[in-house]
Nanobody, 128 residues
Framework: HVQLVESGGGSVQAGGSLRLSCAAS????????MGWFRQAPGKEREGVAA???????TYADSVKGRFTISQDNTKNSLFLEMNTLNVEDTAMYYC???????????????????????WGQGTQVTVS
């Protein structure tokens, strides 16, 4: 049974930082690209960051230079370090896995509901 469980969300003041984690179980990261997408009420779903099996990373322009994605393959864990948060970053954040894509392709897939193999229930980030 595949599960992706996000944690680390919360409320923070503008300019602050948060670190999101995603624990995957029931499958191996091998062959999958991983990433984060977010969705705020009334807004389009947005791919935030992705990382592929070779460790290549890519980011949405809106978070470039502020967010860092990383993974620990030995522990099947994915992370998103978020710095200099602003109110536009307020959203539910989801981690997701997609088979066989590059990081750039995976970031695009994050914005398509049918483009992912697995995703979690999300963790709320609120910036005020």
């Amino acid at each position: 049974h595949v599960q992706l469980v996000e944690s680390g969300g919360g409320s923070v003041q503008a300019g602050g930082s948060l670190r999101l984690s995603c624990a995957a179980s029931g499958y191996s990261f091998s062959g999958y690209s991983m990433g984060w997408f977010r969705q705020a009420p009334g807004k389009e779903r947005e791919g935030v960051a992705a990382i592929d099996g070779d460790g290549n990373t890519t980011y949405a322009d809106s978070v470039k230079g502020r967010f860092t994605i990383s993974q620990d393959n030995t522990k099947n864990s994915l992370f998103l370090e978020m710095n200099t948060l602003n109110v536009e970053d307020t959203a539910m954040y989801y981690c997701a896995a997609v088979w066989g894509l590059t990081a750039i392709q995976a970031l695009g897939a994050m914005e398509t509901e049918g483009g992912l193999n697995y995703w979690g229930q999300g963790t709320q980030v609120t910036v005020s």
